[in-house]
């Protein structure tokens, strides 16, 4: 059974608008999860809905209860047809978080998060790496304009695919084989997904990151494919680095980086090393996308069960991911408004505890709404 409900969003007075100036819905589902995915996804759609009240566009939102309780209740996680569901009925996704410390497993979370992300070919993980205030940042001497990338990170590949096994477990002989699938198609995709981006918003230079000195085989595809897609930018400055000189540039000067593209793993590491350089969890927001189809939008943090139900969590990551989640659609005023929201809250100190304000998760969502809502 797929469980739904439509939450409910501010609607448009009934006027006499004509045909051609009558709002575009767009279909968001929403998988709010677990723990603070829950709290901080309401936050997220009161800006959002802060954000489109009276615009061009309108949307609809239809939550879905996947998550934790439900496994515990009646043991579904990604119920069956739900990705032809959300194919054919949706826009876009909306996710929150999951996991949860009473599924120690985290079978449902693996299921219903890593499952879309596979069964939709989410295969682009973008993650904007923007500090917004120069106290926000933990290196010394580096302020805003230092501090403003993107990390392009292919998704459905690599060391996570789940391929491998072991030999003689549980014994001191035991032999534990992960692979490392990169395959042309993936490979190609994603860097061209790079340049492209690059191109679209004007960024100017890219640079590719893999371990082709150590990992011989599944790197060196990654050399020859950016060898072969970067003649074809020559408006775009592009580069290699090895991952561990990357990490130590990062950190080192962080301003000569405006697009970074790699694999499933550096993707990970080297962006949650970004959101530090930004700031931290609470600001991360992501993108699961397939360009062209429907995608799933999500803040970087999990759920936190450290202060779930308290009040506490950031809501910015999720409304950061919010306006990725327009851009996608098309709503690049709306997407800027959330941005801008979220600049003026950091800059005004009317954030949540994490990055030094003293306001609650629903309370920095008003202001944000507020503000979206002043500005738009
Ligand atoms: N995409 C996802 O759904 C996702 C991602 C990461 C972890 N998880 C899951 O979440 C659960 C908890 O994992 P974890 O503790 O390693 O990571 P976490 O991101 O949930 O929390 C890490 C730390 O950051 C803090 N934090 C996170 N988000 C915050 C926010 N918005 N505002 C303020 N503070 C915030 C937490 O309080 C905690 O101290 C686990 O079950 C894990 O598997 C899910």
Redesign the pocket.
Known sequence: MLACRAIRVPRFRMTATPIDKMPRHKRIAVIA?D???AE?TREAIKVLSAATLGGEHRLDFTEFDWGAERFLRDGTTLPQGAVGMLRRDFDAILFG????PRVPS?KH?ADI?LGLRAKLDLYVNLRPVELFDDSLTPLRGRGTSDVNFFVIRENTEGLYVGVGGHFARGTPNEVAVQEDVNTRKGVERIIRYAFEFARARRLGRICMCDKSNAIAFGHELWQRVFAEVRPEYTDIESRHLYVDTLAMELVRDPSQFRVIVTCNLFGDILSDLGAQLAGG??LAPSGNIHPGKISLF??????????AGKN????S?AVLASALMLDHLGMSQAAEALRGAVRAAVRAKQT?T?IGGSLGTREAGDWLAAHVQRSS
């Open positions: 999860g723990g603070i995915g901080v978080a999951v996991g949860d985290n979370a998060l969890l609470g999500e803040p970087v943090h999990g759920s936190a069960p450290n202060i506490l969590a950031n809501p990551g949540t994490d």
